[in-house]
């Protein structure tokens, strides 16, 4: 029973660079959340979807950051033109219909902006 | 603007006796909260969670204590392992709203063996 997938597990971008960050929900679980996690930070909401449509995006920073989740295949968080502030570790977890508070996490992706 | 607070960065406590982390809040509208284990290079594992309905949640050697009227959720580990040795998040979100988790900043705890 595979847990939350996430690819890559690192990715180095230059500063400009697009960066495709992947989220596969668990197995039966139609909610994924999208956190990011700064160094010496705690996570931060970014945004929550459910197939094909984004229910909330009230942590999104306004520009550049993207997110969808298609009717097949994994979630997608897109930062275009990245900059350094945009180093961190970013965690997707879902949850399923029947059990929406409790969200399990992927192991994250930490990018790494040069 | 926190609304989920960890005042204790860190926290050293000797193995086999009792560790003792704390979260406090700021949003009445919380209703349910959770507690997160991280490893470095990790994602979060979910340890025990509580609905404002209840008080106290057990779950062996976790237990969870929420105090509605101070605002203050407490874990305690008992008795505490070395392999306890982590990051502690506790997390806090509305039932009726989407669902997102409001977390802390994080306690680092370290058992001492």
């Known amino acids: 029973n595979a847990g939350v997938m996430q690819n890559p597990r690192h990715l180095v971008r230059r500063r400009g660079q697009e960066a495709r960050l992947r989220c596969s929900p668990m197995k039966g679980h139609s909610h994924v959340y999208w956190y990011r996690q700064l160094p010496e930070e705690g996570l931060k909401f970014m945004v929550y979807?459910?197939?094909?449509?984004?229910?909330?995006e009230s942590g999104m920073p306004k520009e550049r950051f993207s997110a969808e989740f298609p009717k097949e295949g994994p979630s997608i968080l897109r930062i275009q033109q990245v900059v350094r502030g945009d180093s961190a570790a970013y965690f997707c977890a879902s949850s399923s219909s029947g059990s929406v508070y409790e969200q399990y996490f992927g192991p994250g992706t930490r990018l790494t902006v040069t | 603007d926190q609304q989920v607070k960890q005042n204790s960065p860190s926290l050293s406590v000797q193995e086999g006796r009792i560790s003792i982390l704390n979260c406090d809040y700021t949003n009445s509208m919380f209703d349910y909260f959770l507690w997160y284990k991280k490893y470095p290079a990790e994602g979060p594992t979910f340890l025990i969670s509580i609905s404002s309905i209840k008080d106290k949640n057990e779950d062996g050697r976790f237990t969870v204590f929420l105090n509605k009227s101070a605002k203050h959720l407490s874990l305690h580990i008992v008795p505490s392992q070395p392999g306890d040795s982590a990051v502690y998040f506790c997390?806090?979100?509305?039932?009726?709203?989407?669902?997102?988790?409001?977390f802390g900043t994080g306690t680092r705890l370290k058992v001492l063996a």
């Open positions: 997390a806090a979100t509305t039932t009726s709203g989407t669902y997102k988790y409001i």
């Open positions: 979807l459910q197939k094909e449509n984004i229910i909330d």
